[in-house]
């Protein structure tokens, strides 16, 4: 009688330690070993098109992201005479403004200089060098910070709404606070504590909760997504 195993495919499996480097050079980790396999560890790993660095920073994706768009936008420019404005818009959205998008509620927190970085190729595509607010007001596309949030709100309203699993429908708990106060009925959310600013500043709990409960109480209430999702848009315009 045969037993079959499930084995690892060491072409496609990663491995990266995250942490401190003084604690990651004190674990001297090298390898890990599954099984039979052998998986060396990186510095740098990619996951459903998302690279992540020990140091858990943005730095590696966001140039990933900024060297593919700015390709892109390239090939776009070739064939642009032979385009309408409809054509090129569509094409920019789909080939390029996606690639903002994709995965970018793990931008959260990430430094002005990193985030400056995909807003260039936002104002490329916006075809201004500068004043380019009104540029992306015409266009109702909101800069890439606002998409951040946009998208991490959008989150929150799912999770409190019971529309996502249960793992992180717990990580935004109600406020409930220990005696009467005016604050319990404002659909608030209850900050964790944090112990590091580097890491615990951009953990979802966190980040989302902070976030959501800084939007007006009358989004906050919004009883469906697609309501939500409008005002959320209007008020974000509205911060430019």
């Not at 909760?209 to 959320?232: D, G, H, K, V, Y």
């Amino acid at each position: 009688m045969s037993t079959n195993k499930l084995k690892l495919n060491a072409e496609k499996t990663e491995c990266v330690v995250v942490g401190p480097k003084s604690r990651r050079l004190e674990s001297g980790l090298t390898t890990l070993v599954i099984g039979d396999t052998e998986v060396p560890v990186s510095e740098i790993v990619k996951d459903l098109g998302v690279i992540l660095d020990s140091d858990l920073s943005t730095d590696s994706h966001i140039s990933q992201i900024t060297k593919m768009c700015f390709l892109q936008l390239r090939n776009i420019s070739n064939i642009r005479k032979y385009l309408t404005k409809e054509s090129a818009i569509i094409l920019i959205l789909s080939l390029v403004m996606t690639r903002i998008d994709f995965c970018n509620s793990l931008l959260v927190g990430a430094s002005a200089v990193q985030i400056n970085r995909l807003q260039r190729v936002q104002k490329s595509l916006a075809r201004k060098q500068d004043h380019i607010t009104p540029t992306l007001k015409d266009l109702h596309w909101l800069p890439v910070q606002h998409r951040v949030t946009f998208k991490i709100l959008c989150l929150a309203h799912r999770c409190l709404s019971g529309d996502t699993p249960g793992y992180l429908q717990d990580l935004l708990p109600i406020y409930s606070p220990t005696r009467s106060l005016r604050s319990e009925s404002k659909l608030l959310c209850r900050i964790p504590n944090i112990k590091t600013v580097r890491y615990g500043q951009r953990s979802f709990s966190y980040a989302v909760t902070s976030a959501w409960n800084s939007l007006p109480e009358s989004i906050r209430r919004s009883l469906n997504l697609m309501s939500f999702r409008r005002q959320l848009k209007t008020y974000l315009f509205q911060q430019l």
